[in-house]
């Protein structure tokens, strides 16, 4: 018994397998082309005789958009015809749906439609390690940048003088034009960089970059960024915040870079002379205002490169407020302390002008010279109120 079962299944899965397929009911040609932007397109839908159907009752639907009847020739029974001029770029990338129907509207058979460009050659292509052992890099995709259809973009690499060529393989689809390289890197050997773009029109290719990764280090911004009121000094503020600690797991050095706004104002002011120190007061600043406050570092000189680093991102925001000039506010209601007052507004406005220009930074040199003239306006304040005083009596 069981062997009858076996030769009835083998027997007839041998007739399956040897017996033809049936033939397509209808075909366009060509099928799938790549064409580029601008270009013309003539399409046969070729039915077959058993479906006893006659060419002049068929139709065309472009992207489920039915195509006018005059762009149709009949070149037999079997036959029809399309002419497509002008052609625009792919709706999607996938390609534009070209279909023939039967004369009820049912599907006989279609064709999609790769209408673009070319790549062009990808362009500004920089590369960037967070800890000396991942790379990642990033590009443009040319002046014109969009082919209308799908373009398969390379990321490979090499060491210089030995090793075979690699691909990128973890590209970021959050971001495009990015790829990731997370492992297996040399130190102190360079590296050949490029991209490849290719698709059904054509293909380009980068420049080629060359680069050691203790060339491109870069870091997480600076953490615990804290700013604060100096006493009552109300046009400064302190600055402070802790190194990434990629700088401690690798023995880099680094500078920073400070930059603040006005609460209400889109226009960052950046201290660029901060060094690698960890902290900085901000000086010639306005009373009584909200401030934000961002730092940024650039690894420098890690294990004896002579190039700068990459600037990391800038930290997060930190906001903090000028204390209110009380001294500017107190006494205006008499006429003398008023006229005191005007003078010392002419001389803060002096010195402020003098700090915006010349003190706008960390040197020690500049806060020390702030801090003296402060001490010796605080003193001749009290020499002034003293006089009115006795002046009263």
Not at 20 to 27: H, K, L, S, W, Y
Not at 180 to 192: G, K, Q, S, V, W
Not at 278 to 294: E, K
Not at 378 to 391: E, F, M, P, V
Request: glycine share 8%.
């Amino acid at each position: 018994g069981y062997t009858a079962v076996f030769w009835h299944i083998f027997i007839n899965t041998a007739s399956s397998l040897s017996s033809p397929r049936p033939p397509e009911v209808a075909a366009i040609f060509p099928q799938d082309p790549a064409l580029r932007i601008g270009s013309s397109l003539t399409a046969t839908c070729s039915v077959s005789a058993e479906l006893g159907i006659h060419a002049s009752s068929l139709f065309w639907t472009l992207n489920g958009k039915r195509l006018p009847s005059n762009t149709y020739s009949v070149l037999g029974p079997a036959a029809l015809s399309v002419t497509l001029d002008r052609l625009n770029g792919s709706r999607q990338q996938s390609g534009d749906n070209l279909v023939c129907h039967g004369s009820g509207g049912h599907v006989l058979a279609g064709s999609c439609l790769y209408i673009g460009m070319p790549p062009e050659k990808p362009v500004n292509l920089t590369c960037w390690s967070r800890n000396t052992k991942d790379l990642t890099c990033r590009w443009a995709p040319g002046s014109q940048g969009e082919t209308f259809i799908r373009t398969k973009y390379t990321l490979k690499y090499k060491l210089r003088w030995y090793g075979r060529e690699r691909e990128c393989e973890d590209y970021n689809t959050g971001q495009p034009y990015t790829c990731y390289i997370p492992r297996d890197l040399a130190l102190f050997t360079p590296y050949e960089i490029w991209v490849e773009a290719s698709n059904q029109l054509g293909s380009a290719v980068s420049d080629i970059i060359t680069l050691d990764i203790l060339d491109v280090v870069t870091t997480d911004p600076p953490a615990d960024v804290h700013v604060s009121r100096v006493g009552e000094l109300e046009d400064q503020l302190s600055v402070r915040w802790s190194s990434p600690p990629a700088l401690k797991d690798f023995l880099f050095q680094a500078k920073y870079q400070i930059r603040f706004r006005l609460e209400d104002s889109m226009d960052w002011k950046v201290v660029d002379d901060v060094g690698n120190q960890t902290s900085c007061r901000l000086a010639g600043l306005r009373p009584g205002t909200v401030y934000f406050v961002q730092v940024r570092c650039n690894p420098v000189g890690i294990y004896g490169s002579r190039k700068a680093g990459i600037w990391s991102e800038w930290s997060n925001p930190t906001a903090a407020s000028t204390p209110h000039s009380e001294r500017l506010l107190s006494g205006s209601c008499e006429p003398k302390s008023g006229e005191q007052n005007s003078t010392l507004r002419r001389e803060l406005k002096q010195f402020f002008g003098w700090v915006r220009k010349h003190a706008y930074g960390c040197s020690s040199m500049s806060i020390k010279l702030y801090d003296q003239w402060r001490v010796w306006l605080q003193k001749s304040h009290k020499a002034r109120n003293q006089i009115l005083q006795g002046d009263k009596s």
